[in-house]
């Protein structure tokens, strides 16, 4: 009885699933495939607690406070800020990123890989009904440290969204996408490196930036649309902490035609899934204090805008990739990125 009364009173996600459990209506592969993430060994900024990010932040249009937002505001009724604005929303940090509140830094994962006490994950399946299911593992991180271009520090941003997806094909997987800054990479599942030789793919998130990558190592990447007067920047990936996103994770189900979203979970919010803004500060301007664009170039500025959610990321596909008219290039074979 008492893992029952346990599990009303924290809720799903903390208690039933550290005991080995799978919500009811989740496929159990959706579980035993899950990736499991290694983050960079000197990452000062760890999965954070989604619902966390509310509360240190507050809505802004255009540097305004959003006025009769709902207040406080919280994962069951975030999605009301659609009518005050929309995509133009930015959850803005009551303190600003260069004093580096303490929420930015998240929560290490213990020994077992759990992020205690933080719901760092939503994991969002969504069964095309013809055999495929596809299932998103979505990472959040309260803060992504950019990079250093030409010795200085660019792309920092409050609030960031990373995924992997699995694609099954009657149960079995078949394809992983890996999110990389505004694009990523496809494996065959067959070609991924499993945790102890085992199902569960093995996922490095990059210093800072959080991108997923397949192997550890230095990944090169270019900035979308700039020529880099001097090449690339680059990621940084290694086995540091272990993280195991199910362990503290929303479950739920997305419905590709009503394109409505379900709990998986017990007593989950599905309310915040459709907010359609921004889960951080929005990009400053040139002449605000805190913002420093290397030669005055806009795509090189040390602070971007926050990314927007789950919902924004293509959740019902056509192939593993997003459609973002590149061609979806499904690797046989394990290469480091370097475009
Ligand atoms: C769980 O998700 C499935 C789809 O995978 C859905 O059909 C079902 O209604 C959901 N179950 C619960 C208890 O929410
Ligand atoms: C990792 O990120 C931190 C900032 O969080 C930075 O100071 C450090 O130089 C980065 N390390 C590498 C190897 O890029
Ligand atoms: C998805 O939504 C459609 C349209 O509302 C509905 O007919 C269908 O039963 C839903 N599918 C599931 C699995 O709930």
Not at 100 to 118: F, R
Not at 175 to 197: I, M, P, R
Not at 236 to 254: Q, V
């Amino acid at each position: 009885m008492i893992p029952v009364l346990a599990t009303l009173a924290a809720g799903w996600a903390l208690t039933a699933r550290a005991q080995g459990g799978i919500p009811d209506g989740v496929p159990s592969f959706v579980v035993d495939y899950a990736p499991v993430v290694y983050l960079y060994s000197e990452d000062k900024y760890w999965p954070s607690d989604i619902s966390a990010q509310l509360i240190n932040t507050e809505p802004k249009v255009n540097s305004e406070p959003v006025a009769n937002a709902p207040n406080p505001l919280t994962l069951d009724n975030l999605a009301e800020l659609n009518d005050f604005g929309g995509e133009n929303v930015y959850l803005t940090s009551k303190i600003k990123p260069d004093a580096n509140p303490p929420y930015l830094k998240g929560v290490l994962p213990n020994a077992d890989g759990e992020t205690q006490g933080a719901i760092s994950c939503a994991i969002v399946t969504n069964d095309h009904g013809d055999g495929t299911v596809d299932a998103f593992y979505f990472y959040f991180y309260a803060f992504d440290f950019g990079g250093v271009y030409v010795g200085q520090n660019i792309g920092n941003h409050v609030g960031d969204w990373e995924h992997n997806m699995i694609r099954f094909v009657d149960g079995k997987p078949s394809a992983v996408w890996y999110s990389q800054h505004s694009n990523g990479q496809a494996f065959e599942y067959g070609t991924v490196t499993k945790l102890d030789g085992g199902d569960r793919p093995i996922v490095y998130s990059a210093n800072g930036s959080h991108a997923n990558y397949a192997t550890s190592g230095t990944h090169a990447y270019g900035i979308p649309n700039v020529n880099l007067p001097s090449g690339l920047i680059e990621d940084h990936t290694d086995e540091g902490p272990f993280w195991d996103p199910t362990l503290s994770a929303y479950w739920y189900s997305y419905n590709r035609t009503s394109k409505a979203f379900t709990s998986n979970g017990s007593d989950e919010s599905v309310n915040w899934l459709s907010f359609l803004g921004h889960w951080g500060d929005e990009k400053y301007p040139q002449d605000d204090p805190i913002q420093d664009c290397v030669f005055g170039i806009d795509a090189l500025c040390k602070y971007t805008g926050g990314p927007t959610g789950p919902i924004d990321k293509q959740l019902d596909r056509e192939e593993v990739c997003p459609d973002n008219g590149i061609l979806c290039i499904v690797r046989k074979i394990l290469v480091q990125r370097s475009d």
